[in-house]
């Protein structure tokens, strides 16, 4: 289960990595699409830098 969780938080922030390029490149600097997503993000790395913790602390990441 935490390798699913850890697995859909990873490809959530490569999502986030395409919009926000796709944002940067479309808008130009009038939208603050690309900081939303920056901030969205910056907010699932912590999560799987969290994840990735709590599972090498509970062994279940060996």
């Not at 919009?19 to 690309?34: E, H, I, Q, V």
């Amino acid at each position: 289960m935490l390798k699913l969780a850890i697995a859909v938080t990873f490809l959530a922030m490569l999502i986030s990595l395409a919009a926000g390029a796709g944002f940067m490149l479309k808008d130009g600097s009038r939208s603050r699409r690309t900081l939303t997503s920056l901030t969205f993000r910056v907010i699932l790395a912590v999560l799987l830098m969290a994840l990735l913790l709590y599972g090498f602390t509970q062994g279940i990441l060996t």
